[in-house]
Nanobody, 121 residues
C-alpha cells in the first residue's frame, strides 16, 4: 500500500485548505485512516482519524474547524478557520490488513510522504 497526499500550501489565517490522500492497493481492508501533523520542533500528533469507516476522532485543537471524511481508498481533511498554530507537515496514515488464504493478515501501518501547510499573513 502506498499513500499519496495532495492539497497543502500557503494560506492566510482564517482561510481554508483541503487535503486528500489516495491509497493504492486493491482488496485491502483499512481499519483506520487519518491525518497526523508535525510542527517544527514538536512531536507528531494525531489530527483526526476514522476508525472502521465509521467512528471519527479529532484533536481538541481542531474540533469544529476540521472535518475528516473517507471514500473508497481515500481520506480527506477539510480544514477551515486555519490558524498560524496549524502550520505543520501533515501526514496521511493508514492501518490496514491484506487478504490471505485464511482471511486477513495482521495489521500493517503506512505513512504518506507529508504535505506542508503554512498559515501566515
Amino acid at each position: 500500500v502506498q499513500l499519496v497526499e495532495s492539497g497543502g500550501g500557503l494560506v492566510q489565517p482564517g482561510g481554508s485548505l483541503r487535503l486528500s490522500c489516495v491509497a493504492s492497493g486493491s482488496a485491502v481492508k483499512f481499519d483506520i485512516m487519518g491525518w497526523y501533523r508535525q510542527a517544527p520542533g514538536k512531536e507528531r500528533e494525531l489530527v483526526a482519524n476514522i476508525v472502521a469507516e465509521a467512528n471519527v476522532n479529532y484533536a481538541e485543537s481542531v474540533k469544529g474547524r476540521f472535518t475528516i471524511s473517507n471514500g473508497k481508498n481515500t481520506v480527506t481533511l477539510q480544514m477551515n478557520m486555519l490558524e498560524p498554530e496549524d502550520t505543520a507537515v501533515y501526514f496521511c496514515n493508514a492501518k490496514f490488513r491484506v487478504p490471505t488464504i485464511e482471511g486477513y493478515s495482521r495489521q500493517f501501518e503506512e505513512w504518506g510522504q507529508g504535505t506542508l501547510v503554512t498559515v501566515s499573513e
